[in-house]
């Protein structure tokens, strides 16, 4: 549900914004109008802006860590994707209190 996300603008003070071809779900319409958002017919990529330049390095970083965990880490030993499918469960109401490893 985005708190990753939402996590790293909190903590970098910037914002963040999933773009490109993907980042909106097949069939759901980006705007009212039908017409296509900003960069969606680009590769997929993250807009990142802050006030500081400083703000925007860190925001990228982490982005940069999470992407090389996820492409370099198999999936089950990927702590990060763990954490947030349980977290999710939690969110969904489907979190089987067995579930407590990580």
């Known amino acids: 549900r985005g708190n990753t996300l939402k996590n790293i603008e909190k903590e970098c003070n910037a914002k963040i914004m999933i773009r490109g071809k993907g980042s909106v779900k097949e069939g759901k319409v980006g705007r009212k109008d039908g017409q296509m958002l900003p960069g969606e017919d680009e590769p997929l990529h993250a807009l990142v802006t802050a006030n500081t330049m400083e703000n925007v390095k860190k925001a990228v970083e982490q982005i940069r860590n999470i992407l090389k965990q996820g492409i370099e880490t ?15 469960a939690r969110l969904n109401g489907t979190l089987r209190e067995d579930d407590n490893r990580l």
């Open 74 to 88: 198999p999936e089950d030993q990927n702590d990060l994707r763990k954490m947030q499918l349980r977290e999710l």
